[in-house]
């Protein structure tokens, strides 16, 4: 019991790591307008994967460095966090096996994002990470594309002066324990609170991919 206790609270703030993450990567596609391309200054900032079987392309990163650049967002720091089937499919791209995979930058929008969240590779400016917490489960029809279970791919820039999300966090992670006399053992609870919304629409862009077409 000596050993197995204290494994119990970093295991929870794990746990409560991973909501939060989820909460962030999700929040951003999830005010956009489903099965709408949220048009912001003439270009989409919601779109379906121009691959086959609406699995991601090299096109979808210019789309959204296009919707990027034409709502003035920066240049510098830009992200494309990705599912791991969108991974997958670049990884077998054969314009692409050869690229560099040398990072630009350190950090993805804070550092509390601690659950294993990688790097993969730089793509038309935007450094490529991969998550498995992103918004899945989407329906949307776009331009007359259908994601049948589609997930949330999310592109922005997180230059400080521009993130799209804002986060405030009212309680950091706190333990309490105590001692329960009715069932002889003691208990431990680790809890938190936050907000997290968008801030920035302009500052976003999703391409949604169908995470169960990647082997079509």
């Known amino acids: 019991m000596s050993r197995v206790i204290p494994m119990f609270v970093p295991k929870q703030h794990r746990a409560i790591m991973k909501v939060l993450e989820t909460d962030i990567l999700e929040v951003g596609p999830a005010a956009q307008t489903v099965s709408d391309t949220n048009t912001i200054n003439g270009a989409y900032h919601r779109i379906i994967g121009s691959g086959a079987s609406e699995t991601i392309a090299i096109e979808d990163f210019a789309k959204a460095a296009y919707a990027l650049n034409l709502a003035n967002v920066p240049a510098a720091n830009r992200v494309a966090i990705v599912d791991p089937s969108v991974e997958f499919t ?127």
Do not use: H
């Not at 560099?100 to 990688?118: A, D, I, L, Y």
């Not at 706190?174 to 936050?194: F, G």
């Open 90 to 216: 670049l990884s077998t791209l054969t314009n692409l096996v050869n690229m560099s995979n040398n990072p630009s930058w350190e950090g993805v929008v804070p550092s509390m994002m601690s659950t294993g969240m990688k790097f993969s590779r730089s793509i038309y400016g935007f450094d490529v990470y991969v998550s498995q917490n992103l918004l899945s489960g989407l329906t949307d029809t776009i331009d007359g594309l259908t994601a049948a279970a589609g997930v949330a791919n999310i592109f922005f820039s997180a230059a400080p002066e521009v993130l799209p999300f804002v986060f405030s966090m009212r309680q950091s992670p706190k333990v309490d324990s105590e001692y329960n006399k009715d069932l002889q053992r003691d208990e431990y609870v680790t809890t938190c609170r936050y907000g997290v919304k968008l801030f920035r629409p302009e500052n976003l862009v999703t391409v949604i991919t169908d995470n169960d077409q990647v082997y079509a």
